[in-house]
């Protein structure tokens, strides 16, 4: 069992002034019942705790870390930047050369505006769509979620095409009584709504990969009718690819799957791991914002000359011809390995990926496609998973329902070790039957 003394002591002072002893609720660890431990550094594929515990990292900050912690010529060109200042609150030519890169890869972005969050980039996108087609209601789906937006944090109604119900208090009923909550992955929902309501809706957000209920992959014919119901009622299709763009593929899920969005929501990665977010489209949507048009969008902090200059080496680094085919084979490796494990201790476990991006699924359903199944997994065999795996030093994500990544930087040695270590886990847990 590795040492925590420090972590333990950290978290207790942490409690005294933050809620919960946290700033963003998973990092809690209240979903594996355990307490956090508390990160020094990072480097490459490995993180390091208060207590010098070594970890190989799976979560990467929740996905920006591709290149691994502390990539050596990203950390030099935001030194160089920051030496002409933090922040101006005024245009800079970074911020074009990080656009242009950008819309390179991903096309249907002609043109866009830069915020400091994936939850800004989503809610100033929906405004946006809201705005242009003076329509108000909105369709997501039960298990993606888009950041704290209190039109988004919605649970699905009482059946299909039903108005959600706030997910949290502080939020208006009035409000989400605009919002649509379906099922994920369900064309006669989607179909249903328009049905009904077409003419009121003004867009359809979805996270194309699933990455907030575990990693959900999509049925190719749901996200074709999402692009289909939308061009026939002239509503706004938004693709919310804060984790994946970059990741799955150099043009995010749009490019890996062919169907391309009108706003596409941007964050993480383009950052490389500093707070950035972008939202842009079609030119005829996003010229509707201020100053040109009469939809306001703002932030002092959007376009920082330091995020752009992360963003812009980033985005360099990983547009090497195979950069994501070597990802998505260390994914691939490192899930089948996984599955190998778990079959010989007689372990249901169900697996998905795409690029470098991963879940997996303690379950017997043979095709996880929406939130209800997912709920429907063994979160004790997660949770005893998850705590055999931590004192091993693998750090997966602490819940159940939070994806993968792998950057460039884990090695062959980083896998098979966490293959290994899998399969001791899993005999660990047929044998004491940690899973009732």
Known sequence: MKKTKLSKKAFIESERIFPGGVNSPVRAFKNVNSLPVFIKKGKGAYIYDLDGN????????????????????????????????????????????????????????????????????????????RGC?????????????????????????????????????????DLTKHTYSLEYNNIHDVENCFKKNGEKIACVIVEPIAGNMN????????????????????????????????????????EFFGVHPDITTLGKIVGGGMPVGVFGGKKKYMDKLSPIGPIYHAGTLSGNPIAMTAGIKTIELLSSKKFHKNLESKTKKLMNGIRDAANKNNIDLYITYAGGMFGFFFTDQKNIKNFNQVKKCNSLMFENFFKIMLSKGIYFAPSSFEAGFISSKHSQEDIGYTIKSAEEAFKEISKKKLYY
Request: proline residues 4%.
């Open 215 to 254: 990693c959900v992959l999509p049925d190719l014919k749901f996200i074709k009718k999402l692009r289909a119901l939308c061009n026939k009622y002239k509503s706004i299709l938004i693709f919310d690819e804060v984790m994946t763009g970059f990741r799955v593929s150099k043009g995010g899920a749009q």
């Open 54 to 129: 070594k970890y190989i990292d799976y979560i990467g900050s929740w996905g920006p870390m591709i290149l691994g912690h502390a990539n050596t010529s990203v950390v030099k060109s935001v030194e160089k930047a920051v030496k002409n200042s933090s922040s101006f609150g005024a245009p800079t030519l970074l911020e074009t050369k990080l656009a242009n890169l950008i819309k390179k890869n991903f096309p249907s972005m002609e043109k866009m505006r830069m915020t400091s969050s994936g939850t800004e980039a989503t809610m100033s996108a929906i405004r946006l769509a």
């Open 133 to 173: 087609t003076n329509r108000d209601k909105i369709v997501k789906f039960e298990g993606c979620y888009h950041g704290h937006v209190d039109s988004l944090l919605v649970n699905a109604g009482s059946g299909s095409a039903t108005f959600g119900v706030p997910s949290s208090p502080g939020i208006p009923k």
